[in-house]
Nanobody, 119 residues
């Protein structure tokens, strides 16, 4: 059973940076498309970034494009989210997710890590 564990969250001032990590157990990590989502207080969870397994392409939400970078290290079974130029509206719980089945939906989720950006 593959599990995802996020780390790296914390509190920063606007303009600062954080790097989130998502460590995956299991031998099939490199076969998964990986993504990051976030949920702000009182709001629904939203897509942030995706690293597609098939061709290595990345895709970002417009709100983070140019500021966030998703990457992965298959040797370490880890996916990262580098977040620069953080804004207060980036505050929320960040979740790592994986596509593990042919449905192409994100169906495996981590427990989340809190990111707080103060102005």
């Amino acid at each position: 059973q593959v599990q995802l564990v996020e780390s790296g969250g914390g509190s920063v001032q606007a303009g600062g940076s954080l790097r989130l990590s998502c460590a995956a157990s299991g031998r099939t990590f490199d076969t998964y498309t990986m993504g990051w989502f976030r949920q702000a207080p009182g709001k629904e969870r939203e897509f942030v970034a995706r690293f597609r397994r098939r061709d290595g392409t990345t895709y970002y939400a417009d709100s983070v494009k140019g500021r966030f970078t998703i990457s992965r290290d298959n040797a370490k079974n880890t996916v990262y989210l580098q977040m620069n130029s953080l804004k207060p509206e980036d505050t929320g719980v960040y979740f790592c997710a994986a596509v593990t089945s042919a449905t192409a939906n994100f169906d495996l989720w981590g427990q989340g890590t809190q990111v707080t950006v103060s102005s």
